[in-house]
């Protein structure tokens, strides 16, 4: 364990929150750039900023012709803020060990699945010099932050260079009780409304004087919160709809507000598109006479691989190494997953358990670290030689 473990330890040592990358891509490439990787470093983004890309890849050695598939391990250095530093029991950018837990903050999401990847690829490259293709590292510091300087950049960098990659092992914390029990196979989309419904601001004692939005937007709320969407499919549980924010009022109570803002999301299946879920709320504000205005942002559109060279890899070594036949899902929130997705046709994610995620005392079984790094190994070797 000792490799893979003091470099997840440093890595989380490295304060990089979203999006500084806190020198953790350049402690990456120095260590594959000794196991014979070429390394090129994408920054992007404004120089206040600036996000950190890293692409490092090991091209095998071509045989007949043939440069056999490309295999890429996708990981993000970023972590979430730490919340109040009080409630942490030990320092949260200090790698501490506990009851058989290391704890960090980026420990789960995604340091240590980082780590493995690297010393994977690394002892890969060592044992492996005519690998039968090519393995490859995709870092960001923006999957944790607003996503739109990270993993997508150098997606779109990748095209236009011809890269095109054949896999692709995001390293998000999927396991749910135990190292191994689940790997995601594809993603939900995600659509977000900012919704403003214009009222007219007047005193509550004069209700034919004003107008009140909150009142005009509850019934079109009701309904929409109310509709089946869709039913999902057998890799997609339904859509949901989900108010996250709803904003109105000037503190006073005898106002009637002239403004409420609503947020909602959509976590949709492939059951639905963006553009009919978008069709479907403006037919309610319409049909219910609601004075809006009404931007949209969409996330991310759903993938799905289905079973397939990869997942059997991926699920071969999971079994060897912890003896678990894990479970396929589309289930959770949105990885980078969704931009690779684009230019690969075979991607899935795979990390450690994800309980603790985002919260105080971040942590990781140190009994799973060297099992993570073994599985990522087993991969590249079913598919890369």
């Not at 704890?103 to 995604?110: E, I, L, S």
């Not at 947020?263 to 963006?274: C, K, P, Q, V, Y």
């Amino acid at each position: 364990m000792a490799r893979t473990l003091a470099l997840a330890e440093q890595l989380i040592s490295r304060r990089s929150v979203t999006p500084d990358d806190g020198g953790c891509q350049a402690l990456v490439a120095a260590l594959l750039q000794d196991a014979g990787f070429d390394c090129r470093h994408l920054p992007s983004g404004p120089a206040a900023a600036q996000v950190q890309n890293l692409w490092a890849v090991r091209r095998g050695s071509p045989t007949d012709g043939e440069q056999g598939p490309l295999l890429v391990l996708a990981a993000h250095t970023d972590v979430v803020p730490t919340g109040p530093l009080a409630a942490w029991t030990s320092d949260p950018f200090v790698p501490t060990h506990r009851g058989g837990h290391l704890f960090g903050r980026g420990a789960a999401d995604m340091k240590t699945s980082l780590a493995a990847m690297v010393v994977a690829a690394q002892e890969f490259a060592e044992s492996t010099p005519k690998m039968r293709g090519s393995v490859a590292l995709l870092l960001t510091s923006d999957e944790e932050g607003a996503a739109i300087d990270g993993t997508v950049k150098v997606c779109e960098w990748l095209v236009a260079q011809g890269i095109l990659p054949d896999y692709c092992i995001v390293g998000e914390p999927t396991s749910v009780h135990r190292l191994g029990d689940m790997i995601k196979n594809g993603r939900r989309g995600t659509l977000s409304g900012h919704l403003q419904v214009r009222g007219v601001q007047g005193h509550i004692a004069y209700p034919h004087l004003a107008r009140n939005p909150i009142h005009l937007a509850l019934p079109a709320l009701a309904e929409l919160a109310a509709i089946e969407w869709d039913r999902g499919n057998a890799h997609f549980p339904p859509t949901s709809f989900q108010v996250s924010n709803f904003h109105a009022g000037t503190g006073a109570g005898n106002v009637i507000p002239g403004m409420a803002l609503i947020d909602f999301n959509f976590r949709f299946s492939t059951e639905s598109s963006a553009t009919s879920l978008k069709d479907r709320v403006h037919a309610v504000l319409e049909r219910h006479l609601v004075p809006h205005d009404l931007a949209w942002t969409l996330g991310g559109e759903p993938f799905l691989t289905p079973v397939g060279t990869l997942s059997r890899a991926l699920s071969e070594s999971i079994r060897e190494h912890t003896g678990l036949s894990p479970e396929l899902s589309t289930t959770g929130g949105t990885s980078d997953g969704r931009f690779i997705a684009r230019i690969c046709p075979q991607v899935v994610e795979f990390g450690p358990v994800n309980a603790s995620i985002h919260k105080i005392d971040e942590n990781v079984a140190l009994a799973s670290i060297e099992p993570l790094k073994n599985i990522y190994r087993g991969a590249l070797e079913r598919l890369l030689t």
